[in-house]
C-alpha cells in the first residue's frame, strides 16, 4: 500500500510502517525513544504516555483526557503538578493546529539538545512516578470505610 511504501522509499535506513498490534516490538519503540508524541484529540486514560515515562521518553502530548491527567508540562504546570502531588515531567500542547503541536515539539527538542543533563535528570524522574493502582486502592478503601461508618443499617 502506498502509505506504508512511502515513508520506506524516503527513508529506507531509518522507517517503517507496520498496520498490526505486536507487543513485543511496541515495547522496543518505547524503549528505543528519547521522547513519545501523542497528539490524541480525545484519550479517556491514556496508558501510551505512561508506559513510555516508564522507559524514561518524555511524554509530548496534546493536553486531553488521561494525557491532560498525567503529564504536566515542564514551563506550564508546576502549580497543577504539585496539586498531584508530582513534579512537571513532559510537554503538553492546547488546540488541534500544528502550531500548539511545534510550541510544545521545540521546548522538547531545545531542552533535548541544549540541556542534555537536566534532560537526562527528567527521563530518570518519570521512570520512578507511581502509575499503579496502589495507592488509588487505599483511597477508595478509605472513602468504603468512611461511608461504612456513616450508615446506619437497620434490622
Known sequence: ???????MRAYP???ALFFSYDEPLSH????ASDMFLVPSMFEPCGLTQM???RYGSIAV????????????DLDHDEE???????????FSFEGTDTAGMDYALNRALGMFYSDRES???LAAAVMQQDWSWD???LDYLELYYKALKGCVVEA
Open 13 to 15: 535506513d531509518r522507517a
Open 51 to 53: 508506559i513510555a515515562m
Open 135 to 137: 495507592n488509588p486502592a
Open 28 to 31: 522496543l519503540i518505547y524503549a
Open 119 to 121: 534532560w537526562n535528570e
Open 80 to 90: 497543577r503538578a504539585h496539586d498531584a502531588g508530582l513534579h512537571p515531567n513532559g
Open 61 to 72: 502530548v496534546r493536553k486531553t483526557g488521561g494525557l491532560a491527567d498525567t503529564v504536566f
Open 1 to 7: 500500500n502506498a502509505l506504508r511504501e512511502q515513508p
